[in-house]
C-alpha cells in the first residue's frame, strides 16, 4: 500500500524490502532453526543507516519519524520475525527513551552507539513475578554514595545477551507504588553483578534471544539514572506508545508475509485440473486475508502519523497493536491451511509465521490489556 507516502519514505522501504529479500529471506528459516542471532545482519543493517531511523541525526540516526520506523519494522517482519522483533526492541525501547529522557552527555554516551548500530540494546520491565503488573516489580536499586546498586531478575528481556547496554527499570522506592520505580543504563558487558542466566527456548522468534537476567549487587556510577528518580513508570507508559505501533507494524509483516507465501501457493498448486486460488474457498480465504491485512496497516500508519504530529495516541496504539497482533496470528493460521500438509512442514515459511505471530499477542501488553487500555479511554 502506497498511499499519501513521502517519496523518502517510499526509498527508504524500497531499499529496505531489497535487502531483506537478498539476504535475510534466504536465511529465514536456517537461523530460526539454528537459534542463531543474525550478528552480520545487523551489521548490514546498520551499514544502511536504518537502525536509528527515529532517532536525531545529531546523535548518529537517521532522523526519520515514527511512520518511516514502522515502514522498515513491517519488512523486516515480512520476511523474519526475529529480525524485526530483535530490531524493534532496539529502536523503541532501548534508543528511544535514551534520546527522550537522556542528558546530553547520556546521548552522547548511550545513544550513538544504539543510533549507529555499533550494537544493539535492550529494555528490562518484566520479571518472574512481575508482568502486566508491575506495581509489584522486585528490582531494587539503592543509593550509595555516586553508584546506584541494583539487585533483582528480570524475565524475557530481548536481545539481553547480545546487548551493548540495557535500559532496566527497578524500585528506588518501596513506599511510593509506581512513582518508586526509576530507570538505569547498564552496560552488560562490564558492569559486574550482571548475569544472563537463561536464554529461552521458544515456541518461536527463536533467532531473536530472549532471556532471563540477574543483578547482584551491581554498582553502576550515578550518572546512570535516566531522567530523574520515580519517573521510570511514566517513562515506561510513554515508552509502550510507540513501542505498540512498532509491534503492530511487525505484526502487519508477519501477515503480509504469511499472505504472500498463500497467494503464491494458491496460483501454482493445481487440484481437480485447475489453480486451488481458483475455488472459491481458497480465494475467499485470500481475499479476508488481504483485507485485514489493509485494515490493521492503516490503523498502524495512521498511529505512527498522530505520533510524528505530537498528538496522544494512548488509544490509537492500543487499537492498532490488538488489531495487527490478532491480525498476524489470523492471516499466519490460514495460510497454513491453504498450503495443506506443505503449510505444516519447514520446508515452507506460513508455520514460521504462525509460531512468530503468537507472541505480538503478548509483548508490550497482552490483548487483554490493550482492551483494558481501549475500555478506559471509552470511560469504561
Not at 526509498?11 to 529496505?16: A, G, H
Amino acid at each position: 500500500m502506497d498511499f499519501d507516502l513521502p517519496d523518502e519514505h517510499r526509498m527508504i522501504r524500497e531499499s529496505v524490502r531489497e535487502f531483506c529479500e537478498e539476504e535475510i529471506a534466504p536465511i529465514a528459516q536456517e537461523i530460526e532453526e539454528a537459534h542463531r542471532f543474525p550478528a552480520d545482519i545487523f551489521d548490514e543493517l546498520a551499514a544502511l543507516d536504518v537502525v536509528g531511523v527515529p532517532i536525531a541525526e545529531e546523535w548518529g540516526g537517521l532522523g526519520g519519524d515514527q511512520l518511516m520506523y514502522a515502514l522498515v519494522t513491517e519488512e523486516l517482519g515480512r520476511v523474519s520475525g526475529s529480525v524485526g522483533l530483535s530490531y524493534a526492541a532496539h529502536v523503541s525501547l532501548a534508543s528511544k527513551p535514551i534520546e527522550n529522557y537522556g542528558t546530553a552527555e547520556q546521548k552522547e554516551r548511550w545513544l550513538r552507539p544504539l543510533a549507529t548500530g555499533e550494537y544493539l540494546g535492550g529494555w528490562a520491565l518484566t520479571e518472574p513475578g512481575s508482568g502486566s503488573d508491575a506495581s509489584s516489580m522486585e528490582t531494587t536499586a539503592t543509593k550509595n554514595g555516586d553508584e546506584w546498586v541494583l539487585n533483582g531478575t528480570k524475565q524475557f528481556i530481548t536481545n539481553a545477551s547480545v546487548a551493548g547496554s540495557i535500559l532496566v527499570k527497578a524500585v528506588t522506592d518501596s513506599e511510593a507504588g509506581y512513582d518508586g520505580i526509576s530507570t538505569f543504563i547498564v552496560d552488560p558487558r562490564t558492569d559486574d553483578g550482571f548475569e544472563v542466566t537463561t536464554e529461552w527456548e521458544k515456541m518461536g522468534l527463536n533467532a531473536s534471544p530472549t532471556c532471563e537476567i540477574r543483578f547482584t549487587d551491581c554498582a553502576i556510577p550515578a550518572n546512570r539514572l535516566l531522567g530523574d528518580v520515580g519517573e521510570g513508570w511514566k517513562q515506561t507508559t510513554q515508552t509502550l506508545q510507540g513501542g505498540r505501533i512498532s509491534i503492530a507494524a511487525l505484526s502487519v509483516g508477519l501477515a503480509q508475509g504469511a499472505f504472500e507465501a498463500a497467494l503464491s501457493y494458491a496460483k501454482e498448486r493445481e487440484q481437480f485440473g485447475q489453480p486451488i486460488g481458483e475455488f472459491d474457498a481458497i480465494r475467499d480465504k485470500l481475499v479476508a486475508m488481504d483485507r485485514k491485512i489493509e485494515r490493521s496497516r492503516l490503523l498502524t500508519h495512521r498511529a505512527a502519523t498522530m505520533y510524528d504530529d505530537g498528538e496522544d495516541v494512548t488509544r490509537a496504539s492500543a487499537m492498532a497493536k490488538l488489531d495487527a497482533s490478532e491480525i498476524a496470528r489470523e492471516v499466519a493460521e490460514d495460510a497454513v491451511q491453504v498450503l495443506g500438509g506443505y503449510g505444516y512442514t519447514t520446508d515452507f515459511a506460513p508455520q514460521r509465521f504462525y509460531r512468530d505471530a503468537k507472541l505480538m499477542e503478548i509483548g508490550e501488553g497482552t490483548s487483554e490489556i490493550q482492551r483494558m487500555i481501549l475500555g478506559r479511554e471509552l470511560g469504561l
